[in-house]
């Protein structure tokens, strides 16, 4: 099973959105252990300071690093694993994939650290973090919103979360691909139709179709993610013949 452990300034922040739909029923079936740490708990004076002053001055306040490298150490004492990933939520961290995502949902356990206010003291991604991770270039208040971008991105990974398999295989971003459009009853509605091959019954024609709108759809939308996908050169030619050249 995999274990999550997240060190946060505001374990409530979590509470509402571990108990939705698929994460909800992934913790309830015991696909996943998800453990909430309040890195306050792991300070020793008695106002429980977490954060101090910038040294060199500035605005804000500091994450202090000795309660996160005590609540790492405390959630690592005793477990043996050659891969323990400790992920930091960052702006400045590496930006998260799908192929990330598949990486890290394959591991049995992983820690993310919710930063806040102006950062964490360096110290923490020096010496304790192994991965640093961004979910995009914006700027958040706070990376609890990160980690349960991240979490949603690996539970749905799990084996058994998620229905079928097949609805995994075929979605966005996987390959490299977006997916194509989807449509469902009635099959006209308001004078706009269903495209007519989805009604065919035809499996080979459709799939065939799909694909198609994939690439497209990637190619006008995505050409950054296409460049990375894998094409047959038939596919290739489809797209130089639309001017939607692969390059
Ligand atoms: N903390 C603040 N901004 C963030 C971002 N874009 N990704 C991850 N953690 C963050």
């Excluded at 252990?33 to 910038?54: E, N, V």
């Excluded at 304790?128 to 208040?141: A, F, K, N």
């Excluded at 006008?220 to 939607?244: C, V, W």
């Amino acid at each position: 099973m995999l274990q999550i452990d997240i060190l946060t300034l505001f374990p409530g922040a979590f509470s509402g959105y571990l108990q939705h739909s698929i994460i909800g029923r992934a913790i309830e079936r015991n696909f996943v252990d998800i453990r909430l740490h309040d890195i306050r708990s792991f300070t020793h004076d008695k106002h429980g300071t977490a954060d101090d002053y910038p040294y060199g001055g500035g605005a804000g306040m500091v994450m202090k690093p000795e309660p996160v490298f005590e609540a790492v150490e405390s959630i690592k004492s005793g477990v043996e694993k050659s891969e323990y990933p400790v992920i930091l939520l960052t702006p400045q961290g590496k930006i998260l994939t799908q192929e990330i995502a598949e990486k890290l949902a394959s591991l049995q356990n992983i820690i993310l650290i919710c930063g806040h206010y102006e950062g964490i003291d360096e110290r923490v991604a020096e010496h304790l973090v192994t991965d640093e991770i961004s979910i995009g270039d914006y700027l958040l208040s706070g990376g609890e919103t990160a980690a349960m971008v991240i979490i949603d991105s690996l539970v749905r990974l799990l084996p058994g979360a998620i229905g079928s398999q097949t609805s995994l295989d075929e979605e966005s971003h996987v390959g490299n691909l977006l997916e194509y459009p989807q449509y469902t009853r009635p099959p006209e509605f308001r004078g706009w139709h269903v495209p007519e091959v989805l009604l065919s019954g035809n499996h080979k024609e459709i799939a065939t179709w799909r694909r198609e709108q994939s690439i497209l759809r990637t190619a006008r939308r995505r050409p950054d993610l296409l460049k990375r996908a894998s094409l047959t050169e038939a596919e290739y030619k489809m797209l130089k013949s639309i001017g939607l050249q692969n390059n």
